[in-house]
C-alpha cells in the first residue's frame, strides 16, 4: 500500500492525512475484495524498516494501527472477515498487543481473512521459519529428511492460507520491497502508478482483470494446461 506520503505532499497535508485516508481505502478494497470472491486480502501496513522513519510518524502509525483494530474488530466480525496480524510483534507496547489480540478474538470466527503484515519483512518471515524448525531439528521432534517446501511452509507467517496468487503494488514503484518473499515464488505481480490512497474499486477490478487474463503455467507446457485446470482464483 505505497504513497500515502505522497498523496499527502501532494495536497499539502501531513504525512498522517495520508495514512487515515490510507485507511479508508483499505475499507473499500474489502468490500472489492467480496465483490470478486477473494477470501483472503493481505496488505503491508508496517515493515521492518520502517522503524528507521522520523519518531513522530512512526508514533503516528501505531496510533492510528491501534485505533483501527479497536474501532473496526466489530466492523469486520458483522462482515465475516477474520483479521489476522503477522510480524514480529516485540517492540509494540502493551495496548497495541492487546488491541491486536482482542481483534483477532473478536474476529475469529470469519469466512473471509484480513492479513495485516506489520514490523514485517520477508527475509525475517524466512529467518524465522528457519530458526523455528532448526529448534525443531535439534530437540529431535523433526528429522532434518523431512524438511521439504511443505514443511518450511508451515512455518512461516501465512500457514494455513491459500497460495498467494497476486500482489498488487500501488505508488509507482516496480520493486516488492521485502514482502512475502517465499509466498510470492509463483504469484502474478500487479504495479498500478496510482498512489495507495487513490487505489479505488475500480483500479483493483482493473488489477483482477488483468489477473484473470494471463496464463498461469505453474511449470507445464500448454499442451498440459488444456487438458487439465489449474486453481485461478485470486488471492491477493
Same mark, same amino acid.
Given at each position: 500500500m505505497d504513497g500515502n506520503n505522497r498523496w499527502a505532499r501532494q495536497r499539502g497535508l501531513p504525512g498522517t492525512a495520508g495514512h487515515k485516508a490510507g485507511i479508508e481505502r483499505l475499507r473499500d478494497m474489502l468490500q472489492g475484495c467480496h465483490e470478486h470472491n477473494i477470501d483472503v486480502l493481505t496488505v503491508f501496513a508496517f515493515s521492518s524498516e520502517n522503524w528507521k522513519r522520523p519518531l513522530q510518524e512512526v508514533r503516528a502509525l501505531m496510533s492510528l494501527f491501534q485505533h483501527y483494530?479497536?474501532? @473496526? #474488530?466489530?466492523?469486520?466480525?458483522?462482515?465475516? =472477515?477474520?483479521?489476522? =496480524?503477522?510480524?514480529?510483534?516485540?517492540?509494540?507496547?502493551?495496548?497495541? %498487543?492487546? $488491541?491486536?489480540?482482542?481483534?483477532?478474538?473478536?474476529? @475469529?470466527?470469519?469466512?473471509?481473512?484480513? =492479513?495485516? $503484515?506489520?514490523?514485517?519483512?520477508?527475509?525475517?518471515?524466512?529467518?524465522? #521459519?528457519?530458526?523455528?524448525?532448526?529448534?525443531?531439528? =535439534?530437540?529431535?521432534?523433526?528429522?532434518?529428511?523431512?524438511?521439504?517446501? @511443505?514443511?518450511?511452509?508451515?512455518?512461516?507467517?501465512?500457514?494455513?492460507?491459500?497460495?498467494?496468487? %497476486? *500482489?498488487?503494488?500501488?505508488?509507482?514503484?516496480?520493486?516488492?520491497?521485502n514482502f512475502?518473499?517465499?509466498?510470492?515464488?509463483?504469484? @502474478? *505481480?500487479?504495479?498500478?502508478? %496510482?498512489?495507495?490512497?487513490?487505489?479505488?474499486?475500480a483500479a483493483l477490478k482493473a488489477a483482477v482483470n488483468n489477473f484473470s487474463n494471463r496464463e498461469r503455467r505453474f511449470g507445464l507446457n500448454g499442451e498440459q494446461l488444456a487438458k487439465g485446470t489449474v486453481e485461478d482464483k485470486p488471492c491477493a
Open positions: 483494530l479497536s474501532s @473496526e #474488530a466489530k466492523k469486520l466480525k458483522k462482515e465475516n =472477515v477474520r483479521l489476522r =496480524v503477522i510480524g514480529n510483534r516485540q517492540q509494540f507496547d502493551k495496548k497495541l %498487543l492487546q $488491541a491486536i489480540e482482542k481483534a483477532e478474538s473478536i474476529t @475469529e470466527d470469519g469466512e473471509r481473512t484480513l =492479513v495485516i $503484515a506489520a514490523d514485517y519483512g520477508g527475509q525475517w518471515d524466512i529467518a524465522n #521459519a528457519a530458526k523455528k524448525i532448526a529448534g525443531k531439528a =535439534v530437540s529431535g521432534q523433526l528429522d532434518i529428511n523431512d524438511i521439504n517446501e @511443505e514443511i518450511f511452509n508451515s512455518y512461516t507467517s501465512l500457514a494455513g492460507m491459500p497460495p498467494l496468487d %497476486l *500482489l498488487i503494488r500501488t505508488g509507482g514503484e516496480k520493486r516488492i520491497s512475502l518473499l517465499w509466498q510470492a515464488a509463483y504469484a @502474478e *505481480l500487479y504495479f498500478s502508478p %496510482l498512489l495507495w490512497p487513490d487505489f479505488d474499486g
